[in-house]
């Protein structure tokens, strides 16, 4: 893996139904409303949309999500992303023990001047603060389906 390139796996469990976790996590529109790093978010088109994330660190993300996959009767979606950072990500959601679990996929290679040009020293620092990002994810979404 190359100093630019970062692979993510995260499970989120929810006490909510699949179905519902699903809908959620689909409809990219909504995620400020719940997730606190998704700052703002930009409907271009019917698949695509504009994210501007920041988390811990003094730096946003810019990225481009464009739906390449989305079946809710198998769980799964996938979308591009480009601008910022370059890749894919996967979702899975399964149900499990009374509740839901969401596991997400990350392959992605940094793009952003800033990420390229600190990575020797900070990549550690990168890796906590997508970590703190997708925890944060999580805890508003469980609010948010509870609610």
């Known amino acids: 893996m190359g100093l630019h390139q970062y692979w993510f796996r995260t499970l989120w469990h929810l006490a909510a139904p699949a179905e519902e976790v699903f809908r959620e996590v689909t409809d990219v529109t909504g995620y400020p ?30 990225v481009r999500m464009r739906r390449v996959e989305q079946d809710p009767a198998a769980g799964r979606l996938h979308v591009r992303l480009t601008g910022d950072l370059d890749g ?12 839901t679990k969401l596991e997400i996929t990350q392959d992605v290679v940094a793009r952003k001047r800033l ?7 900070a990549r550690p620092a990168f890796r906590l603060n997508h970590a703190v990002m997708m925890m944060r994810g999580q805890r508003g979404l469980r609010a948010h ?3």
């Open 115 to 121: 990420l390229r040009w600190a990575a020797p020293v």
């Open 33 to 62: 409303r719940w997730w606190p790093d998704v700052r703002s978010v930009l409907r271009i088109d019917d698949d695509t949309a504009e994210l501007v994330c920041q988390a811990l660190l003094p730096y946003r993300i810019v």
């Open 88 to 99: 894919s990500l996967r979702g899975v959601v399964r149900e499990a023990g009374g509740g």
């Open 145 to 147: 389906l509870g609610a």
